[in-house]
């Protein structure tokens, strides 16, 4: 069983930074793609940032491109999403996510991923 722990929410102010973290348990941690996504208060979950099981390729929603960067480290089993100049809007609760290996497609749609965390919560004010 696959189990993502994100870390590293909370509350900062607009236009601050916060890193979140989100460890992955096995062995097998560099064989998989991974993501971030989002889901606000009365919102769908949405796509914030893919990355590829080498963590040479990264995808980013628009909302979030030039503000936000994936990367992740393959010794660790850890992936990241370093978040800069933060807006009110993305306030959200944040969830990562590993891609099914049966996917090739655009790591947009939650349903392309198998495990997901527990998510944090990311607030920011005005």
């Known amino acids: 069983q696959v189990q993502l722990v994100e870390s590293g929410g909370g509350l900062v102010q607009a236009g601050g930074s916060l890193r979140l973290s989100c460890a992955a348990s096995g062995r097998t941690f560099s064989n998989y793609a991974m993501g971030w996504f989002r889901q606000a208060p009365g919102k769908e979950r949405e796509f914030v940032a893919g990355i590829n099981r080498s963590g040479g390729n990264t995808y980013y929603a628009d909302s979030v491109k030039g503000r936000f960067t994936i990367s992740r480290d393959n010794v660790k089993n850890t992936v990241y999403l370093q978040m800069n100049s933060l807006k009110p809007e993305d306030t959200a609760v944040y969830y990562c996510?590993?891609?099914?290996?049966?996917?090739?497609?655009?790591?947009?749609?939650?349903?392309?991923?198998?495990?997901w965390g527990q998510g944090t919560q990311v607030t920011v004010s005005s």
């Open positions: 996510a590993r891609r099914s290996p049966y996917y090739s497609g655009s790591y947009l749609l939650p349903g392309e991923y198998d495990y």
